[in-house]
């Protein structure tokens, strides 16, 4: 990985020493850092003005091949300009050797592009939490090993390779099994957010997919109303297997009465068909260590009761 080429589509830094923290940890590893001054854009709450954010979005179909396209940070924006993002030109620019990486709001271009073109994009670290965190003293904290380890497979051998050891409760019919699909998810908000839309891949394009899940400071009933609403539209029922992936940030409350995320997961495993499983504990969401997922690419799946591996190569 020689440059990493910045973009900020979503929402305006929320503070400045997180970017340049990030900035500062990647030229240390050699890295070329471009388009670092997207960073400093501030419109309202977002990281510049429309137009700014999708010009910016659309050059990247003119970058050099071997560019990796990072996102700053998430928030809400990109929905915004869905309409008029170039995307066969970007498409190409992909299949020419282009990657592109970010997650939670990031996600709504990756599946708009998934639905509208097919190509592959990657679910996975941004500049300002992943390589620009600060800690309470706010010093720079040391990127996670792990992140940085699959990040670095994703990017060079675009490969990804990951077991995890968790008990799973949640599988249905069988306590083993391996399948292959395609692999493909984000955000759970903004996912639910497409439903209706062109820009949510089509259940002819994810049938028999594995659908990956996260999200951030959303409260279990949140997230169970969202799920239900994936169920019902017919989106989960439509997929091979469903992973959960880091689901943080959140507060329960007294009147939850003993109601959980795992009661949440419970209903919607009682009205998912039983020969899908619901897996548990994928290292991905808003999280240091996470994993970096090819959206758009076939996986293969091996799972059971203590856990499960995830394995793909594009």
Same mark, same amino acid.
């Given at each position: ?18 970017? &340049? ?144 050891? =968790? ?63 994936? &169920? ?43 020969? =899908?499983? =619901? ?30 591996? &995830?394995?793909?190569?594009?």
């Amino acid at each position: 990985m020689k440059s990493i080429h910045l973009i900020a589509p979503s929402g305006a830094s929320l503070d400045s020493k997180s970017p &340049l923290a990030g900035i500062d940890w990647l030229e240390g590893q050699s890295i070329d850092v471009q388009n670092a001054d997207c960073v400093h854009r501030v419109y309202e709450r977002f990281a510049g003005s429309d137009e700014a954010r999708l010009a910016e979005i659309n050059q990247i179909a003119q970058l050099d091949s071997k560019t990796l396209v990072m996102a700053m940070r998430g928030g809400y924006g990109l929905h915004r300009l869905l309409p008029d993002i170039e995307w066969s030109a970007i498409a190409k620019a992909i299949q020419n050797g282009l990657q592109v990486c970010g997650h939670s709001d990031f996600t709504v271009f990756q599946l708009a592009l998934l639905a509208k073109t097919g190509a592959i994009t990657l679910a996975g670290p941004m500049l300002n939490y992943d390589f620009g965190r600060l800690g309470d003293d706010g010093a720079p904290v040391v990127p996670d090993a792990f992140m940085w380890e699959h990040f670095q497979s994703a990017i060079q051998n675009r490969k990804l390779d990951c077991q995890v050891l =968790i008990p799973q409760s949640f599988l249905g019919k069988a306590n083993t099994g391996s399948l292959t699909g395609l692999l493909w998810g984000g955000n759970l908000t903004v996912i639910a957010g497409l439903v209706g839309t062109s820009y949510l891949p089509d259940a002819k394009q994810t049938q028999g997919g594995i659908l990956f899940l996260e999200d951030v400071n959303e409260h279990p009933y949140r997230l169970e109303r969202m799920m239900m609403q994936l &169920l019902d539209a017919g989106v989960l029922s439509n997929q091979s297997a469903i992973l959960l992936g880091g689901f943080s940030a959140y507060r329960l409350y007294d009147n939850d009465r003993g109601y959980s995320l795992e009661r949440a997961i419970e209903v919607v495993r009682k009205r998912l068909p039983k020969e =899908i499983p =619901i897996l548990t504990g994928l290292p991905f969401g808003h999280q240091a260590n996470k994993l970096t997922l090819p959206i758009g690419a076939t996986a293969s799946l091996n799972f059971n009761s203590n856990g499960f591996e &995830l394995k793909a190569q594009w």
